[in-house]
């Protein structure tokens, strides 16, 4: 079974920092471009990045909340993507997705960060 | 950045109704548009990618067209695990954009 599955949420105080895992299964994970999407509470979705694969150069692409503060990185041997979050600010507060290629086929059930003191 | 809009933000509609959504883009995207569907609580689903295609697995009442600009999601037949919130999604340039959602209700 295709499957993504995130972890590492929690609640972190304004300016802290964390890592964010999607672990995946089903699917040969180093071929795949993958993406983090959030989701604010009640609000729509909203794209963060992107990393491609080794094979097509593993660059990083991010929107413009996420540049400077945020990196993706994968890890191919574990089948698993990251995403490691700085300087964090409230509006930073949402659900974290990751999501397979470009056109998001796949996705997984989401881990919420709460930034709050 | 391409902005995404969709009419209508919400709709009230009936099981057996047929439901179209529309979705504009501000500037031309090709036929790289995706539709999504998501339920309370619950990751978002892939449904339609390049405009047109169905994902595997989704039932052939969701239908997609459009290319460029102006995009359409058709429910043929609303049944009652339809009741959700649609987005469409350009991947055509970065960043990546979505609409603002339709939530299709009871």
């Known amino acids: 079974e295709v499957q993504l599955v995130e972890s590492g949420g929690g609640l972190v105080k304004p300016g802290g920092s964390l890592r964010l895992s999607c672990a995946a299964s089903g699917f040969i994970f180093s071929d795949a471009w993958m993406n983090w999407v959030r989701q604010a509470p009640g609000k729509g979705l909203e794209w963060v990045g992107r990393?491609?694969?080794?094979?097509?150069?593993?660059?990083?692409d991010y929107a413009a909340p996420a540049k400077g503060r945020f990196t993706i990185s994968r890890d191919d041997s574990k089948n698993t993507l990251y995403l490691q979050m700085n300087s964090l600010k409230s509006e930073d507060t949402a659900m974290y997705y990751c999501?397979?290629?470009?056109?998001?086929?796949?996705w997984g059930q989401g881990t919420m960060v709460t930034v709050s003191s | 950045d391409i902005q995404m809009t969709q009419s209508p933000s919400s709709l009230s509609a009936s099981v057996g109704d047929r439901v179209t959504i529309t979705c504009r883009a501000s500037?031309?995207?090709?036929?790289?548009l995706a539709w999504f569907q998501q339920k309370p609580g619950k990751a978002p689903k892939s449904l339609i990618y390049a405009a047109s295609s169905l994902q595997s697995g989704v039932p052939s009442k969701f239908s997609g067209s459009g290319y460029g600009t102006d995009f359409t999601l058709i429910i043929s037949s609303l049944q009652p695990e339809d009741f959700a919130t649609y987005y469409c999604?350009?991947?055509?340039?970065?960043?990546?954009?979505f609409g603002g959602g339709t939530k299709v209700e009871i």
């Open positions: 500037q031309g995207v090709s036929n790289h």
């Open positions: 990393i491609r694969s080794n094979s097509d150069g593993g660059t990083t």
């Open positions: 999604q350009q991947y055509n340039s970065d960043p990546l954009t």
């Open positions: 999501a397979r290629r470009n056109g998001f086929d796949i």
